[in-house]
């Protein structure tokens, strides 16, 4: 039986790898290699050496008070036909991409006052009793469904939609199914939301909305496939450049993990919560991590001005990635019902993670070594370089996590949750505010109109997260500790966690109070009347039309 499922599992891993190789290897296209190409491919003719930054209006200062600036790319200057193109390629992806993060910013918000109501249960247990659809079995899903798949799903989905013709050096291609496919996303994540709170979900964490809701976010995933597909065939470059490899890779994953973690009726008990967990993981691992490392490697070089430190490195974090993240899941149930041998593989995996860990760090410590003063400045960079680090931060965090030693003690207590958000908050929530301060002024051809706004999102974010994962993360420890001494009665395990708890929720409050602001500033931007060099190139485009 083991055998049996140790050669399924083996050749559903080795065809998966072969045929996302070969889905690569098939773009490189021209007889090229597909290791042919680097780093310089996302900069135009006279953009390297020079910062892109839309939130900042002007040359960025290299140092404070220092007389030498580093020149920055001028969206509308450069020779007629750069500029056609590039606002063409702009405009061409702006409203599936508007949907998306309008969409992804509403559901950062629900989920955010649903997060602050179940946070405060913890201590004030009467809260909200009265009305059964207002518990805690059912907000609590309502949060985590809310942030993965509305927020971190749509938010990721929006800026890749941005970056992949800018990548491809064409226009969108089928931005129509991208639009429909956010309606249709939006319908689903509603009805599963109404699901919830009325009592109909699958009981599974990740998986509560019904499979029969399900099937919608299946179709809307692969339909926003459909602009991928299309613009690769029309695409103006020879190679893609890693980001690509990221993108094509989430964007052909998740409908497939999605389907196969929400067939029915095929897996129950023990086997379930393995499949449960597989799929629990590999939404993080193999969904939102990519897009969010992608970005990274688009975003920070762009905003410096520097091409990837090593190319090749990049391409073997990729792999690397592929490799390892597809089995790490099962390390959350570490001295279950489960077999040793799919545990043990589930701990290797995870430590083997530390090798594309170690290319993403090598890369963007060096492409930031010497220019860490940009960081102060740029408020894409400020959010990206957290989220980078952050990376790094949760990716080692689990690792540890997964040793059976080290798991026994925290397993059932905060300090997963403080995990979950140093991950899901820390680096992929940071990473995406870092992109669409440099996205949304590019669809919108505006401006941000209240720089100060960036500043108080950004602050009130990193301490607010900050302090929830200080919080959650002693919480658990001591939690943890008192857990395994049988001396000490259950009670006490929960009594000495309350003052944490009680932070986290002001930690909690904090986020919220950051992501309206954001929100008001993104509306903002949206109701701000294009400036005057913005209304000249437009006229410029619609000319050449
Ligand atoms: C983008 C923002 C956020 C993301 C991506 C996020 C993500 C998550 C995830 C993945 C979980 C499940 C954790 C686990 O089971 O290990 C979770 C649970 C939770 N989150 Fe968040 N979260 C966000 C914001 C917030 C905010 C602002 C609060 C406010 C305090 C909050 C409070 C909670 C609480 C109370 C739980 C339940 C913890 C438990 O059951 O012990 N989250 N969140």
Same mark, same amino acid.
């Given at each position: 039986?083991?055998?049996?499922?140790?050669?399924?599992?083996?050749?559903?891993?080795?065809?998966?790898?072969?045929?996302?190789?070969?889905?690569?290897?098939?773009?490189?296209?021209?007889?090229?290699?597909?290791?042919?190409?680097?780093?310089?491919?996302?900069?135009?003719?006279?953009?390297?050496?020079?910062?892109?930054?839309?939130?900042?209006?002007?040359?960025?200062?290299?140092?404070?008070?220092?007389?030498? !600036?580093?020149?920055?790319?001028?969206?509308?200057?450069?020779?007629?036909?750069?500029?056609?193109?590039?606002?063409?390629?702009?405009?061409?992806?702006?409203?599936?991409?508007?949907?998306?993060?309008?969409?992804?910013?509403?559901?950062?918000?629900?989920?955010?006052?649903?997060?602050?109501?179940?946070?405060?249960?913890?201590?004030?247990?009467?809260?909200?009793?009265?009305?059964?659809?207002?518990?805690?079995?059912?907000?609590?899903?309502?949060?985590?469904?809310?942030?993965?798949?509305?927020?971190?799903?749509?938010?990721?989905?929006?800026?890749?939609?941005?970056?992949?013709?800018?990548?491809?050096?064409?226009?969108?291609?089928?931005?129509?199914?991208?639009?429909?496919?956010?309606?249709?996303?939006?319908?689903?994540?509603?009805?599963?939301?109404?699901?919830?709170?009325?009592?109909?979900?699958?009981?599974?964490?990740?998986?509560?909305?019904?499979?029969?809701?399900?099937?919608?976010?299946?179709?809307?995933?692969?339909?926003?496939?459909?602009?991928?597909?299309?613009?690769?065939?029309?695409?103006?470059?020879?190679?893609?450049?890693?980001?690509?490899?990221?993108?094509?890779?989430?964007?052909?994953?998740?409908?497939?993990?999605?389907?196969?973690?929400?067939?029915?009726?095929?897996?129950?008990?023990?086997?379930?919560?393995?499949?449960?967990?597989?799929?629990?993981?590999?939404?993080?691992?193999?969904?939102?991590?990519?897009?969010?490392?992608?970005?990274?490697?688009?975003?920070?070089?762009?905003?410096?001005?520097?091409?990837?430190?090593?190319?090749?490195?990049?391409?073997?974090?990729?792999?690397?990635?592929?490799?390892?993240?597809?089995?790490?899941?099962?390390?959350?149930?570490?001295?279950?019902?489960?077999?040793?041998?799919?545990?043990?593989?589930?701990?290797?995996?995870?430590?083997?993670?530390?090798?594309?860990?170690?290319?993403?760090?090598? !890369?963007?410590?060096?492409?930031?070594?010497?220019?860490?003063?940009?960081?102060?400045?740029?408020?894409?960079?400020?959010?990206?370089?957290?989220?980078?680090?952050?990376?790094?931060?949760?990716?080692?965090?689990?690792?540890?996590?997964?040793?059976?030693?080290?798991?026994?003690?925290?397993?059932?207590?905060?300090?997963?949750?403080?995990?979950?958000?140093?991950?899901?908050?820390?680096?992929?929530?940071?990473?995406?505010?870092?992109?669409?301060?440099?996205?949304?002024?590019?669809?919108?051809?505006?401006?941000?109109?209240?720089?100060?706004?960036?500043?108080?999102?950004?602050?009130?974010?990193?301490?607010?997260?900050?302090?929830?994962?200080?919080?959650?993360?002693?919480?658990?420890?001591?939690?943890?500790?008192?857990?395994?001494?049988?001396?000490?009665?259950?009670?006490?395990?929960?009594?000495?966690?309350?003052?944490?708890?009680?932070?986290?929720?002001?930690?909690?409050?904090?986020?919220?109070?950051?992501?309206?602001?954001?929100?008001?500033?993104?509306?903002?931007?949206?109701?701000?009347?294009?400036?005057?060099?913005?209304?000249?190139?437009?006229?410029?485009?619609?000319?050449?039309?």
């Amino acid at each position: 039986m083991d055998f049996t499922i140790a050669f399924f599992i083996a050749l559903c891993f080795v065809l998966s790898i072969t045929a996302l190789f070969a889905f690569i290897w098939s773009l490189g296209n021209k007889g090229k290699s597909i290791l042919h190409g680097d780093g310089n491919i996302i900069f135009g003719e006279h953009e390297l050496g020079k910062s892109e930054e839309p939130a900042i209006d002007g040359p960025l200062p290299l140092a404070r008070g220092s007389d030498t !600036n580093v020149e920055t790319v001028n969206y509308h200057r450069g020779s007629e036909d750069e500029i056609n193109e590039r606002v063409a390629i702009d405009t061409s992806s702006r409203l599936p991409v508007v949907m998306f993060l309008t969409s992804a910013l509403f559901w950062l918000i629900l989920g955010s006052f649903a997060g602050v109501i179940v946070s405060l249960k913890f201590h004030f247990p009467d809260l909200l009793v009265s009305n059964i659809e207002l518990t805690f079995g059912r907000i609590r899903p309502v949060h985590l469904n809310a942030v993965v798949y509305g927020w971190s799903a749509m938010a990721g989905v929006g800026v890749v939609l941005w970056l992949l013709p800018r990548l491809l050096k064409t226009e969108l291609v089928g931005g129509r199914y991208a639009a429909s496919s956010c309606i249709l996303w939006n319908i689903a994540l509603l009805i599963g939301a109404y699901q919830i709170v009325t009592g109909h979900t699958q009981g599974m964490e990740f998986l509560e909305v019904p499979w029969h809701t399900d099937i919608l976010i299946i179709f809307a995933g692969a339909m926003v496939a459909v602009p991928l597909f299309l613009t690769l065939a029309q695409r103006k470059t020879e190679h893609l450049y890693v980001s690509g490899w990221y993108f094509s890779a989430a964007l052909i994953w998740f409908p497939v993990i999605f389907f196969i973690g929400n067939v029915p009726g095929i897996f129950t008990g023990a086997e379930q919560a393995i499949v449960n967990w597989w799929f629990g993981h590999n939404i993080l691992g193999l969904w939102v991590t990519p897009i969010a490392v992608g970005c990274a490697y688009y975003f920070i070089p762009k905003v410096l001005g520097v091409s990837v430190y090593s190319y090749r490195l990049s391409l073997i974090g990729f792999w690397a990635l592929a490799l390892f993240y597809s089995q790490v899941g099962i390390h959350h149930l570490l001295g279950g019902p489960v077999p040793m041998w799919l545990q043990t593989m589930s701990i290797v995996q995870s430590v083997m993670m530390l090798i594309p860990i170690t290319a993403f760090l090598i !890369n963007m410590y060096s492409i930031l070594k010497g220019r860490w003063s940009v960081v102060k400045y740029s408020p894409t960079l400020r959010f990206m370089l957290i989220g980078a680090a952050m990376y790094a931060g949760a990716s080692v965090q689990g690792t540890f996590e997964a040793i059976r030693s080290v798991n026994y003690l925290v397993h059932f207590t905060h300090y997963t949750v403080a995990h979950a958000h140093l991950g899901l908050y820390a680096f992929f929530t940071m990473i995406m505010f870092g992109a669409m301060y440099f996205v949304l002024p590019r669809v919108t051809q505006s401006e941000w109109p209240y720089p100060k706004l960036i500043s108080w999102h950004f602050w009130l974010s990193l301490l607010g997260i900050s302090l929830y994962f200080v919080a959650l993360t002693i919480a658990g420890i001591k939690q943890g500790f008192a857990l395994a001494d049988p001396s000490i009665p259950f009670i006490e395990s929960m009594k000495v966690t309350i003052p944490y708890l009680e932070l986290r929720s002001i930690a909690g409050i904090m986020m919220t109070v950051s992501h309206i602001i954001f929100a008001l500033h993104f509306l903002a931007l949206i109701m701000k009347k294009r400036t005057a060099a913005h209304e000249q190139s437009a006229s410029l485009n619609l000319k050449e039309a």
